[in-house]
């Protein structure tokens, strides 16, 4: 049996897909290097905050209102999907932490490392479940965006913390 014919009994709409690499992945790509180029990024540079924040609001608004029934009749399998989130993403933190304390890593470049390792495209997984599948498929996405998200303010606030203590110790008495 050819590709040809195993593709055409596939589920899946190609043409979507296609369309959802080139806007999700190769259009940004392109963008960001014109912008790069042409040295626009410095006057998108101070709004950058603002830009992926509307952008993940839109992404997790769509996915949270298609779930919105999954969560209305919430099962033990859903409690199950943020259980394993939360102990997978806890067990990252602790086993990425223990490892670059035993290589001397200081504290505030571990929680840096930490924060970029945990950033995850949580917005593109569940808007890939939620065109390809179903929104039983795209809840595990949108829980783990959830943990993640909480996790990810936790990190910022440890690293202000750890910041504003490194700068404390290193700063001589007056």
Known sequence: ???RD?????????SLIILILVTLILLPL????????????????PHKGMIIDCCFFIVFYTV?????????DWSYDMSAILIIAA???????FIFRK??????????KITSLLLLSTMKNYGM????????????????????????FFYTNWLAYRKNIVRKSIVIEETPPS
């Open 125 to 148: 997984a569940g808007g890939l479940a939620l065109l390809m599948f179903s929104e039983k498929v795209a809840f595990a996405a949108l829980a783990f965006a959830v943990i993640n």
């Open 87 to 93: 102990v997978s993403v806890l067990l990252v933190f």
């Open 1 to 3: 049996m050819c590709i």
């Open 30 to 45: 392109i963008l960001s290097r014109v912008l790069v180029e042409k040295d626009w990024d410095n006057l998108i540079m």
């Open 99 to 108: 490892v670059a304390r035993l290589l001397s890593v200081t504290e505030n």
């Open 64 to 72: 949270a209102a298609k779930t919105k029934g999954l969560v209305a």
């Open 6 to 14: 195993s593709l055409k009994y596939s589920q899946f709409n190609y």
